[in-house]
């Protein structure tokens, strides 16, 4: 078997791991929460609303309109961040996001030389990556 045919066998495999489904259960229900959506849109409009009054020149900015967006635009962030099915979705994604980031230190280690069935499944603390300077992982 070739490394791009397990390659492909592991895509598969990574959609059928917990971490994979719940995090596309929990996008599908932000995605699905218009009450999420619509702050997001609003804070979307206001970042855009920051970033134009931010470009223009010096002395054209209202600093207390720039102000004021800055303040709504972290309230509204803060809003966002402790609605429930944002709660889930930036929880099941970490979940994710380790999953993957385990999967691709595994492959590094094991192109750099190392033996991918005895590495650990994370880099350790201070790991860059590269496995020529490296003493060694745990």
């Keep these: 078997?070739?490394?791009?045919?397990?390659?492909?066998?592991?895509?598969a495999a990574i959609q059928q791991d917990e971490r994979y489904i719940k995090f596309q259960e929990a996008s599908k229900a932000s995605d699905a929460d218009k009450e999420l959506q619509s702050k997001i849109g609003d804070f979307n409009i206001m970042r855009m609303n920051l970033s134009t009054e931010l470009h223009k020149e010096e002395s054209e900015r209202d600093a207390e309109k720039m102000v004021s967006l800055e303040n709504d635009i972290k309230a509204v962030y803060d809003e966002i961040m402790a609605m429930p099915n944002m709660i889930a979705y930036n929880e099941a994604k970490a979940g994710l996001d380790y999953l993957i980031n385990s999967v691709q230190f595994i492959i590094s280690v094991a192109a750099n030389g190392g033996d991918p069935m005895s590495?650990?499944?994370?880099?350790?603390s201070g790991c860059g990556g590269s496995c020529s300077t490296c003493g060694g992982c745990g």
Excluded at 1 to 11: N, P
Excluded at 119 to 124: M, Q
Aim: charged share 20%; with cysteine; net charge negative.
């Design 119 to 124: 590495c650990p499944d994370h880099a350790p």
């Design 1 to 11: 078997m070739s490394a791009l045919d397990t390659a492909r066998q592991l895509g």
